[in-house]
């Protein structure tokens, strides 16, 4: 068997015009591999709140739903809107479908059975947003249209402004458009803020 471990070679590289460059840290060593993995990843973003993840309330849910989509309906003048729903037949937490794109000043939660495909849900209220038009105190309030859906339903309506704001419509029976609204935040809320439930 042939020895290769000493070939020789006809050319012999030059290192003299070569320096050295020093490093705060040992390219080889998995310590500083691990360090910079830990700080990438307490500069990232926080996650932010998406549909399915779990609430301990209805309103909760509706404050994560419009904190999620506000931005986007204000930056791209849609209207955007999904339902709140309780999981497991409404013995669970809650949570929201994701938002469907609506128009300029239109928009449709969807069904109040589409729920049912998230975990066996119950329908717990809407929630929808506002662009802005020409008359911005019609973009802070809900329309006619809006308390007439939530008192036909019985449930909440939730509602993100182009100013930012976050109401409750709460329906009262038997009393059409005469129903409680009520301030629930902002949509610049903090991602770490959101009630989100591990």
Not at 86 to 101: A, M, N, R, V
Not at 178 to 192: A, E, I, R, Y
Request: charged share 20%.
């Amino acid at each position: 068997m042939l020895d290769y471990s000493l070939v020789p070679v006809d050319y012999q590289p030059d290192f003299s015009d070569v320096s050295l460059v020093p490093v705060d840290y040992d390219p080889f060593s998995t310590d500083d591999m691990i360090q910079q993995a830990r700080t990438q990843l307490e500069s990232q973003p926080q996650r932010l709140a998406a549909a399915g993840d779990s609430y301990p309330t209805a309103d909760a849910a509706a404050i994560a739903a419009l904190q999620d989509i506000n931005s986007t309906s204000q930056r791209y003048g849609q209207e955007y809107a999904g339902r709140v729903y309780q999981k497991w037949l409404g013995l669970g937490d809650y949570s929201y479908t994701p938002p469907i794109e609506g128009e300029a000043f239109k928009s449709d939660p969807g069904s109040r059975l589409k729920p049912l495909v998230h975990s066996l849900g119950v329908n717990a209220g809407t929630y929808h947003t506002h662009t802005r038009g020409l008359d911005p105190e019609r973009d802070e309030n809900y329309s006619p249209g809006d308390k007439d859906r939530s008192d036909g339903e019985g449930a909440p309506a939730y509602l993100g402004t182009p100013r930012g704001m976050i109401y409750k419509y709460s329906p009262v029976p038997n009393h059409p458009a005469q129903g409680d609204v009520s301030v629930l935040g902002n949509t610049n809320g903090s991602p770490k803020n959101s009630p989100a439930q591990p």
